[in-house]
């Protein structure tokens, strides 16, 4: 399994199963997504500038706080100057990608976003650009491309048709995983992933997302808990488990190995250790924010997010002492997938001979 063989539905969903129960078998999952991380990627955690530069969102998903229907949220829309100054902060703080997030604002076209791409490419040429904006159209995400974006994250949150219909009523499952699949054909290093603990969820169902991830084979894959939002319908429901987080993150390690895997802040939010347990667990990307102060608490997908307040050059240097004691390495790079640094490789080999 270490080397992305594939599970059957029926296999994976009978591992999680015995996962609930059996404190050993997971003790000894969380040791091989370790081992196997640490020789595909070694002790380096890679960090990323966030950059959440709108909450401005057209879809009304159940889950989150952008949720269109929620009147309450307190808006907002970075324009291309200040997102600018913020990345030239992230710079000078040594970030080498910046990953720039929003609801899907159409305010931001096509036109708009590739000339935002070529500026940041043309002021920081040595960094790469990550774009997590929602779903757009094939020629949307080709103009992106050859503006000079590199990655794009797009979770698909949950692989389990019905699920995905309930969460979901402005989109539909077969839009999403299109939209995976054209950013992957055009070129884009591609980012899915899930939630875990949604209301009603099974483990069946999670199944159904670890064996669509290795389908897909995405280059990155971002795994967080359920957190419930009090402007949303589902105010009421239980957090996700940090556990089943856990195992989640740990068999998506095992089933794409070479992947990029997020400690995301949902993990810290739901522990205060929460980070530090993911990247023990398998993941190796943790994604500091960016966004000036004054806007980020309005970006609430889920509430009591850590880290509002620190300064960027402050929560700079508290990852890295947190990466450090969970007994890792930061690394600044631009920290491309193995399946990109193997590409190149390939490409100076030919230029060589």
Excluded at 5 to 12: D, I, L, R, V
Excluded at 48 to 60: K, M
Excluded at 91 to 104: A, H, I, K, P
Excluded at 253 to 277: F, Y
């Amino acid at each position: 399994m270490a080397d992305g063989k594939e599970w059957t539905h029926t296999e994976m969903t009978e591992l999680l199963t015995r996962l609930d129960s059996e404190p050993t078998l997971r003790a000894q999952l969380r040791q091989l997504a370790a081992r196997t991380k640490l020789e595909r990627y070694g002790k380096g955690v890679f960090l990323r500038g966030l950059i959440e530069f709108s909450s401005i969102c057209r879809q009304d998903c159940s889950y989150c706080g952008l949720r269109a229907s929620n009147k309450q949220a307190d808006r907002y829309r970075l324009h291309p100057e200040e997102i600018l100054a913020c990345c030239a902060e992230g710079y000078e703080l040594g970030y080498r990608t910046f990953v720039l997030q929003s609801g899907e604002d159409y305010w931001f076209t096509a036109a708009r976003l590739t000339k935002l791409i070529r500026e940041i490419k043309s002021r920081f040429a040595d960094v790469a650009v990550t774009l997590s904006i929602g779903e757009r159209d094939d020629e949307t995400y080709e103009q992106l491309y050859e503006a000079g974006a590199d990655r794009f994250l797009l979770r698909h949150e949950t692989a389990s048709p019905s699920l995905y219909a309930k969460l979901h009523p402005t989109m539909t499952i077969e839009s999403r995983r299109s939209r995976l699949l054209a950013l992957q054909r055009i070129g884009f290093q591609i980012g899915a992933g899930c939630m875990v603990g949604l209301p009603g969820q099974t483990n069946s169902e999670l199944a159904d997302d670890l064996v669509y991830l290795h389908s897909l084979s995405p280059d990155m894959i971002g795994i967080g808990p359920f957190l419930p939002h009090s402007n949303t319908p589902l105010r009421e429901a239980s957090q996700g488990s940090m556990e089943k987080a856990l195992d989640i993150i740990s068999l998506s390690r095992l089933v794409v190995p070479d992947a990029l895997i997020p400690a995301s802040t949902a993990m810290g939010t739901i522990h205060p250790q929460g980070r530090e347990k993911a990247l023990q667990a398998g993941a190796n990307v943790v994604m500091p924010n960016l966004s000036p102060l004054a806007v980020r608490p309005k970006y609430a997908i889920y509430e009591n997010k850590i880290c509002l307040g620190d300064e960027s050059a402050q929560c700079r240097h508290c990852l890295e002492l947190r990466i450090r004691g969970a007994g890792f390495e930061v690394d600044m790079g631009r920290g491309d997938s193995l399946r990109v640094q193997r590409q190149l490789m390939r490409q100076g080999d030919r230029v060589r001979t």
